[in-house]
């Protein structure tokens, strides 16, 4: 079957420090590769994506690379903020598929950011 | 438009009642799914519909689980004699499917379900 496994949290940082939070998984076919945030009480957000191997994908600082040969996409940032503070999910959908075009989530990593 | 919204936010109901979630997805959109989240877990697929079609059930979804998406546009999920095992976060997101893909999802910020 298709997993994504993640670096367990909770992970706590000072601003302006070095993220990698770790991604890694399994999947019958080819995936693509998202990662999600959730900030407090709020919804799941698109955070970046990547279709196919050597991708990367960026958005408000953070990156991630499709490691095909790895199996991974870790999510890094140079420099956090103090509002990046949100659980942070990676994810994959097979592509294409035959059934239903679902999101497989890893568990999460709550990242706390101190000032 | 504002994106995927999800009423109510929080329903507490005793066990044994029945719940329906409502989901009203972004206009454009022709896909709809459902998933759930337990604390401290990712979210789970439940079930997804293009237009008014329900598609594909996952194994979680039993037979006391119920969704339609009548006319293609919102979307009601309701649970049938409610255990405190389906306390959770239920979570609707939508996407538009094109000839090259749909692999956007967007979700709502969920209905948070106690059962007591």
């Known amino acids: 079957g298709n997993s994504v496994t993640q670096m367990e949290g909770p992970v706590t940082l000072s601003e302006e420090a070095f993220l990698t939070i770790n991604c890694t998984y399994t999947?019958?076919?080819?995936?693509?590769l998202f990662w999600y945030v959730q900030y407090p009480g709020e919804g799941l957000q698109l955070l970046l994506k990547a279709t196919k191997a050597d991708d990367k994908g960026s958005n408000k600082g953070f990156e991630a690379t499709y490691r095909k040969e790895t199996t991974s996409f870790h999510l890094e940032k140079g420099s956090v903020q103090v509002s990046d503070s949100a659980v942070y999910f990676c994810?994959?959908?097979?592509?294409?598929?035959?059934?239903?075009?679902?999101?497989?989530f890893g568990s999460g990593t709550q990242l706390t950011v101190l000032p | 438009d504002t994106g995927v919204s999800q009423d109510p936010r929080h329903k507490i109901t005793k066990r044994g009642q029945n719940v329906t979630f409502r989901c009203d997805p972004i206009?454009?959109?022709?896909?709809l799914y459902w998933y759930r989240q337990t604390l401290g877990q990712g979210p789970e697929f439940l079930t997804y519909f293009q237009n008014e079609a329900q598609l594909e059930k996952s194994r979680l979804l039993s037979d006391r689980f119920s969704a339609e998406r009548p006319k293609g546009s919102f979307s009601t999920l309701e649970i049938q004699r409610t255990e405190q095992g389906d306390s959770a976060m239920y979570l609707c997101?939508?996407?538009?499917?094109?000839?090259?893909?749909?692999?956007?999802?967007?979700f709502g910020p969920g209905t948070r379900l106690t059962v007591t």
């Open positions: 997101a939508s996407s538009l499917a094109t000839g090259t893909g749909d692999y956007e999802q967007y």
């Open positions: 994810a994959l959908i097979l592509v294409p598929s035959g059934s239903a075009r679902q999101l497989t």
């Open positions: 999947a019958t076919g080819y995936p693509s």
């Open positions: 206009s454009e959109h022709n896909r």
